[in-house]
């Protein structure tokens, strides 16, 4: 029936075949014959979470278990929104297409902070109450979140029956073995929950109470009787040999990265004091070259895919980057698959690694500098000279290149105007080193891209404690960089500074923030990260309604002692490392890469391990 009503209306909206299912690849077990069922929601269009690399382990992780069942479910673009809305068709998963109110798990991954809105508005489509506490005791669904946004989990406290905090792998499985037990004693949703707080990595936020000072900062935050204080997440200890799987849905229709995929290595070593990644995903391990040179051979072979991308945080930081590089540049172009790379170090680029990069990338290549002055990127740890700026750039012109892209952000803690002007200066200084090499390529002009972000303070980084820049300090500092560019060969972009004060706020946020997502949700906000779709009024209005105001989330300067809403949430990097880090960053001092000199971020100590031998 449902099938019949679908294709009824999917030449009548763009992309169709997001709609349908069917690829090669995607694994069809019949519900009847398995006893647990999970529907993996990705709160983006088809497009954005087929290119989800998270989503491909778990989804192949899961089906691997004879009895489990994981299908995959995505956000419809409004064309197919309104068609089901108007002809009573709920949010269903692509293998069945079956609804997904009636999977036992419904399962999102949370990848960015302006996809929450997203997530509300798919599980009114399904018809599941939007909020936890309207739920039926029912066991199912259970409603999950995991990914790097739940590391503050509170905006969306009120929504999920669970957040899963760190690594899936084996946390996810855990879960789902639990709760086979419990549906076949028949229990009801909390006496599963209640079981379920002594997986390591789950969180029940139902379970704790948050008190707020008279000024709004977060007084305390308890558990309730025989539920853990704090919670701690998971990792996969082995990453080496940790599941990954051979195979990929290949989709019919052009996604955004539409290719095979290989993890090489996670977490980082570099500790830069902006980046939430890098300590989120700490300690650093990465996979062996053998291992690595199979996992790309067979997804190649399985999937048909010309195209291979190795995924991390830093590439260039493997610790045996040129062999790897090496056997798989003579398996890809033995087989005519293009290698993409990811951005790579400016501090660790030699010549050896430029002749094995142009042979798989012809184009432009990508730094991130992050400041435009040295005193900034010693502040933020970027741990990168000018001279190695240089001498990289040196390298790539005299290696052909006439383009390069470069990464900056704006609003840093302890900016000044001076580091502003030092972005225009020192891709000035790029353009006249192009001009200066006898070899540089002949008869093509230099081009020096610079894009620039709004600094984004996140939890779990040295500058959580730190204010965000006003809408108009923004402004003022992109006209300022602009007035500084006094030449065409070089050209800036920035982001929507609006975009990102909606980021911080919703990064730093407590639980009182669910009312203001419902409310901009309810008011017409969805696929908040697409500049089309944005409604930046909506959700001022939203926090008027409330009685809250953005600023205090984005723009204010928070204490060392301060509560902070996600202080019960341990990613086992302590506290203590970020004060002295910051510290450290207002003293315009650094911090040696992990590799050099470990720091004590704390770690090793709640992981019983070193990071190297």
């Given amino acids: 029936m449902l099938r019949e009503k679908i294709e009824k209306y999917l030449l009548d909206v763009q992309k169709p075949s997001r709609y349908i299912g069917g690829e090669m690849g995607s694994i069809i077990k019949n519900p009847d014959e398995t006893d647990v069922s999970f529907a993996f929601c990705f709160p983006d269009t088809y497009d954005i979470g087929m290119s989800h690399l998270g989503m491909k382990i778990l989804y192949s992780l899961t089906n691997s278990r004879e009895n489990y069942r994981c299908e995959r479910v995505f956000a419809p673009s409004e064309d197919f929104e309104k068609i089901m809305r108007e002809n009573d068709i709920p949010l269903y998963s692509l293998e069945n297409l079956q609804p997904v109110r009636e999977f036992d798990f419904i399962g999102f991954t949370m990848q960015y902070e302006l996809s929450y809105t997203n997530v509300l508005n798919m599980l009114d489509l399904a018809g599941v109450p939007v909020w936890q506490k309207e739920r039926s005791e029912n066991l199912s669904p259970i409603v999950v979140a995991g990914g790097p946004c739940v590391c503050n989990a509170e905006p969306l406290a009120d929504f999920f029956d669970i957040m899963i905090l760190g690594e899936g792998e084996e946390v996810n499985l855990e879960l789902m073995d639990l709760y086979y037990k419990h549906k076949q004693k028949g229990s009801s949703r909390t006496e599963f929950l209640r079981d379920a707080v002594n997986i390591q990595g789950v969180y029940v936020p139902?379970?704790?109470?948050?008190?707020?000072?008279?000024?709004?900062?977060?007084?305390?935050?308890?558990?309730?009787?025989?539920?853990?204080?704090?919670?701690?997440?998971?990792?996969?200890?082995?990453?080496?040999?940790?599941?990954?799987?051979?195979?990929?849905?290949?989709?019919?229709?052009?996604?955004?990265?539409?290719?095979?995929?290989?993890?090489?290595?996670?977490?980082?070593?570099?500790?830069?004091?902006?980046?939430?990644?890098?300590?989120?995903?700490?300690?650093?391990?990465?996979?062996?070259?053998?291992?690595?040179?199979?996992?790309a051979k067979a997804l190649c072979e399985n999937t048909g895919y010309d195209e291979l991308s190795l995924a991390s945080l830093s590439t260039s930081d493997h610790s045996d980057i040129s062999d790897m590089l090496s056997n798989l540049i003579d398996y890809t172009e033995k087989n005519k698959i293009n290698l993409s790379l990811p951005s790579l170090r400016i501090d660790n680029f030699s010549e050896e690694l430029l002749e094995k990069v142009k042979k798989v990338r012809k184009s432009g290549l990508t730094f991130a500098p992050e400041a435009g002055t040295q005193r900034l990127r010693d502040v933020i740890n970027k741990n990168v000279t000018e001279d190695e700026i240089m001498n990289t750039c040196r390298i790539a012109f005299e290696g052909g290149y006439s383009s390069v892209k470069l990464y900056f952000m704006m609003g840093l803690p302890t900016e000044t105007d001076e580091d502003i002007v030092g972005i225009a200066e020192l891709a000035q200084r790029i353009v006249d080193l192009f001009y200066s090499i006898p070899e540089r390529p002949k008869g093509r002009g230099v081009q020096v891209s610079i894009s620039t972000a709004t600094f984004v303070p996140k939890p779990f980084t040295p500058f959580e404690f730190e204010p965000q820049d006003t809408r108009e300090m923004i402004e003022r500092k992109q006209k300022l960089l602009i007035d500084s560019v006094k030449t065409k060969k070089i050209k800036v972009s920035w982001h929507n500074s609006d975009v990102s004060l909606l980021e911080a706020v919703l990064a730093r946020g407590d639980r009182r923030l669910s009312k203001v997502i419902y409310t901009a949700w309810k008011n017409g906000c969805k696929f908040d990260s697409w500049g089309e779709h944005f409604k930046f009024d909506v959700w001022m209005n939203a926090f008027k309604e409330c009685g809250l105001e953005p600023e205090f989330y984005a723009c204010r300067k928070r204490e060392y002692n301060e509560i902070m809403p996600w202080e019960h949430l341990d990613y086992y990097v302590s506290k203590d490392f970020f004060i002295r880090e910051n510290m450290k960053a207002r003293e315009f001092k650094t911090t040696p890469n992990c590799r050099e000199k470990c720091s004590g971020c704390g770690v090793t100590a709640m992981t019983r391990r070193a990071c190297f031998d």
């Fill in 206 to 295: 139902s379970f704790y109470n948050v008190e707020y000072n008279i000024d709004g900062t977060v007084r305390s935050i308890t558990s309730d009787e025989g539920v853990p204080a704090v919670i701690h997440k998971r990792i996969i200890s082995d990453f080496d040999k940790v599941y990954y799987p051979d195979n990929f849905v290949v989709p019919f229709t052009e996604i955004v990265h539409d290719r095979a995929s290989v993890e090489v290595l996670r977490g980082c070593i570099r500790g830069c004091r902006f980046c939430q990644a890098g300590f989120l995903y700490r300690p650093f391990r990465e996979k062996s070259g053998e291992s690595i040179y199979s996992q």
